[in-house]
């Protein structure tokens, strides 16, 4: 293991035993609004999260001085620090764990950040295109389904604007728009859309 | 795993030509003629809008109507550089304020603007509303110069649609929002263009349009307090269609123009209403192409309602087959006349084999010999399912193309009234008073009660109840039937065409 991989499984580890402290202390109220009023899927205690997986989190990003913005990464890689290399970017990643400590509710933003990220930085072409906006749109799908439709667009803009938060990145997507317009899509009816 | 992995080649390799399967679709027959829902966006939304919106119609309409499968598609509009300009003025303003990020440009545009000052929502909004605004101006003025515009913007659409009718069998609904209906309008005239679909297997219905008509005479919703179209038709073009409902003002969406939030968002009465009665009457109007069938049967049954006021109005009434109302009628004798509407059913009623025109069993030029073969034909086709049917049976009348009547006189013996019903199968000779029918009840004598039956409680029980349980022993492979508000439809499936 290297040794920045030891660094970031400590820091996880120490995330890992705040949030069981938290969690200790403060009950298993969930803090997300959201999560308290969904009416997508039947919560249940057996999903509810006592803490972040220690596995697969990347420690929560720095707090950030631009206004109105939760993100932290701006660098100009489309794709940005994606440490665990799970299709999300790390600090909109932080932020998802940080929120939904549901587990149906944290892994339908999960599908969705990742789907739309490939989506709106890997469509190059108008095979990816569809492809990519059939992932998508059974991420929205899945959203709907475990937020609840009057719930689920705010969720899913949030994580939109987060990932689109620099110049680079709201450009790919605007020349995504413009090579996918004119198309017809399909949208997806299946019943269980959640990965 | 494998049919999954299968579908998935077929969607993309289809895409890559501009084509998209759907599953459901490809498993279906020719008979199914399924029905498909595109939902033609406008510029100011984004892909969490389309599904959202196109969920809220799915949850109105469902996975079949009339018994046959409906699936949903996007026809993407492009933003006409909607999101290029906003993206041009932002980038000045952050070169500007170094404190102001994408991201809050993100968070207004998409509506997500918690912990952000109002004053700063509201300095951004003003960017973005007025290169919307201007932007559809733009739109509409280029529209209004040049027709063909947007011809080169839905050509994939085009090919998509006409894919769907001609190779799919499908039935295309377009439900077009703002924008979306230019671009709507615009497919529909490409579509036609080549004039090898004679059909009218697609309908467009709007909502929010800036555009002066609806394709192919559709229906359409724009509301009153709709800022956008008012603008569009206040400054740019004055045929822009006119309002047509009231949405009240909602701070939820100042525009007044949104899918979502301001056209959907209302209770019973409401524009979400009309939208969707809009939506249904185009399932009913949007006809199958042509070459999935061999015959079709389409009666109407809306016409069967007692109109309010009548029961007791001492006047003589008839319902049901439009013959009662044309002089040729054997019961023009009686006086019976038609209640308004009933007229309409001379339109309706039609009888059709593939390559034919329909034809009018109550139309007094109708060929009766031709009725007559076809109903015979269509009866060969099912009889094997339904068993025997016999003359004077509702299956019989309906292969017929007839249905039944009704009819209610009152005249006075002394001070008595005397009341005479009777329904039938009009060309099946005597009718059958309905004291002679079990479950009515009429006392001829004092206090001369009656209990009178509905129109359509007799055209039920006497007629569409075993009609409907007959037709549904009729396997859907050989023909396909359709119930909707205002008919019943059978399809009889084309025959599988001879080797060559």
New interface residues.
């Given amino acids: 293991m290297t040794s920045r991989k030891k660094a970031i499984v400590t820091i996880a580890a120490v995330a890992l035993i705040a949030i069981i402290a938290t969690v200790l202390f403060e009950g298993r109220e969930s803090t997300q609004e959201t999560s308290s009023t969904s009416a997508g899927a039947q919560r249940t205690s057996a999903n509810e999260l006592p803490s972040m997986d220690a596995s697969t989190s990347p420690p929560s990003p720095p707090a950030q ?7 932290s990464d701006f660098s100009a890689a489309l794709h940005g620090k994606d440490v665990n290399a799970n299709g999300v970017r790390d600090d909109v990643e932080g932020n998802i764990q940080k929120t939904y400590r549901y587990l149906p509710e944290r892994n339908a933003a999960m599908q969705f950040a990742r789907s739309f990220e490939k989506y709106a930085f890997d469509s190059s072409t ?2 990816l295109i ?2 990519n906006w ?1 992932t ?2 059974r991420s ?2 899945c959203m ?1 389904k475990t937020f609840g ?1 009057d719930s ?3 969720t ?3 994580i ?3 990932i ?4 680079e ?3 790919s ?2 020349e995504l ?2 090579a ?8 997806t ?1 299946e019943k269980n859309p959640c990965d | 795993m494998r049919l999954n992995l299968l579908v998935m080649k077929s969607i993309v390799f289809f895409a890559a030509t501009g084509i998209v399967v759907h599953p459901a679709v490809a498993d279906s027959t020719d008979c199914d003629a399924p029905f498909k829902i595109m939902f033609a966006n406008g510029i100011y939304t984004n892909e969490v809008d389309w599904r959202a919106s196109i969920e809220a119609i799915a949850a109105g309409i469902g996975d079949s109507y009339r018994d046959t499968p409906v699936t949903y598609d996007l026809a993407r509009n492009r933003s006409d550089g909607f999101l290029s300009d906003i993206a041009q003025v932002f980038q000045q303003k952050i070169a500007e304020d170094s404190t102001l990020s994408w991201e809050l440009l993100l968070r207004v545009f998409l509506g997500v603007t918690d912990l952000i000052p109002d004053s700063i929502i509201a300095s951004v909004r003003s960017i973005i509303d007025t290169i919307y605004a201007s932007k559809s101006v733009e739109f509409r003025q280029k529209f209004e110069q040049q027709y063909t515009y947007v011809d080169s913007d839905v050509s994939d659409q085009v090919s998509f649609i006409r894919n769907a009718i001609k190779n799919n069998v499908n039935r295309v609904v377009v439900v077009a929002h703002s924008q979306g209906n230019m671009y709507a309008n615009a497919a529909y005239r490409l579509v036609y263009a080549q004039g090898d679909i004679t059909t009218q297997s697609m309908v467009v219905t709007g909502v929010a349009s800036p555009a002066d008509f609806v394709a192919g005479n559709g229906t359409y919703v724009t509301s009153e307090n709709d800022t956008v179209i008012r603008t569009v038709r206040q400054y740019v073009a004055a045929a822009t269609l006119p309002a047509n409902f009231t949405i009240p003002f909602s701070m939820d969406d100042p525009t007044g123009h949104f899918f979502i939030k301001t056209y959907l968002k209302s209770g019973p009465g409401g524009a979400k209403q009309v939208i969707f009665d809009n939506i249904i009457a185009a399932l009913d109007k949007v006809e199958r192409p042509e070459d999935s069938t061999d015959f079709e049967i389409r009666l109407p049954i809306a016409h069967y309602d007692e109109p309010a006021g009548s029961i007791d109005a001492g006047e003589n009434v008839s319902y049901g087959a439009a013959h009662n109302c044309i002089p040729s009628s054997i019961f023009f004798e009686w006086a019976g006349y038609c209640r308004g509407s009933n007229l309409k059913i001379l339109d309706l009623w039609s009888l059709k084999k593939r390559g034919n025109t329909k034809i009018n069993s109550f139309d007094p030029q109708a060929n009766q010999t031709q009725v007559s073969e076809i109903a015979a034909e269509v009866r060969s086709r099912i009889q094997p399912y339904t068993g025997s049917i016999m003359v004077g049976s509702p299956l019989y009348a309906f292969t017929q193309g007839k249905g039944p009547y009704y009819l209610r006189l009152r005249f006075w013996q002394g001070d008595a009234p005397v009341v005479d019903e009777a329904w039938g199968f009009n060309e099946q000779g005597p009718t059958v008073p309905f004291d002679q029918l079990t479950g009515f009840d009429f006392v001829y004598s004092p206090p001369y009660t009656f209990l009178y039956p509905s129109p359509r409680t007799v055209f039920e029980t006497k007629f569409s109840t075993p009609l409907i349980t007959a037709l549904r022993t009729i396997p859907k492979e050989v023909a396909r039937l359709e119930i909707g508000t205002d008919d019943i439809t059978l399809k009889v499936c084309r025959q599988p065409r001879p080797a060559t």
Avoid: C
Wanted: proline fraction near 2%.
């Fill in positions: 001085g631009n206004v109105g913005a939760k993100s108008d095979r569809t492809e059939i998508f749109d929205m799908a709907s439709k689920w667009t705010k899913a803009n949030d939109q604007s987060q689109l938060n620099t110049e990145r709201f450009h997507y605007i728009q413009r996918a317009g004119g198309k017809v899509y399909p949208f009816m």
